[in-house]
């Protein structure tokens, strides 16, 4: 059975709003999952992490919003990371050696049974016994 909450790691936002990937494939492939996940009534879990991700590569929070503003309110769930979903991620990236981020959000989408999406198969191959991952066009 098919998810109904998706979490999509930041790169994928960062995708579709750079339009990035050879002649923008990753932002158009971007695009549709939303497209489609908007489509088939499934919501997107956006943490404050994602939001912290995306104000790190240099977004300002009315950019932030405006890349959110294209899913109705009723298609978001926002979440914070709890302090002991950091503790767990901080210990999981240092013993895996794998970004502080991608243990957070595989934690978060463990935490919420929801469907992970990511294009960094390095290190959420490293996280497959916490959450499993699926490339935006494994979903489109």
Do not use: C
């Amino acid at each position: 059975m098919q998810k109904k909450l998706f979490l999509l790691d930041t790169q994928i936002w960062v995708d579709h709003y750079l339009e990035r990937g050879p002649e923008g494939i990753y932002g158009k492939q971007a695009l549709k999952l939303i497209l489609k996940v908007i489509a088939d009534d499934i919501k997107i879990l956006f943490s404050n992490f994602n939001e912290r991700e995306l104000k790190g590569i240099g977004l300002a929070q009315t950019e932030i919003n405006s890349l959110l503003s294209m899913i109705k309110p009723e298609h978001i769930k926002r979440v914070s990371v709890t302090k002991s979903q950091f503790v767990e991620a901080h210990k999981l990236a240092k013993q895996r050696s794998i970004p502080l981020g991608d243990a957070i959000h595989a934690i978060i989408a463990r935490d919420y049974n929801a469907q992970m999406v990511s294009r960094d198969e390095k290190d959420f191959r490293k996280l497959k016994d916490i959450t499993a991952f699926k490339k935006p066009e494994d979903l489109i």
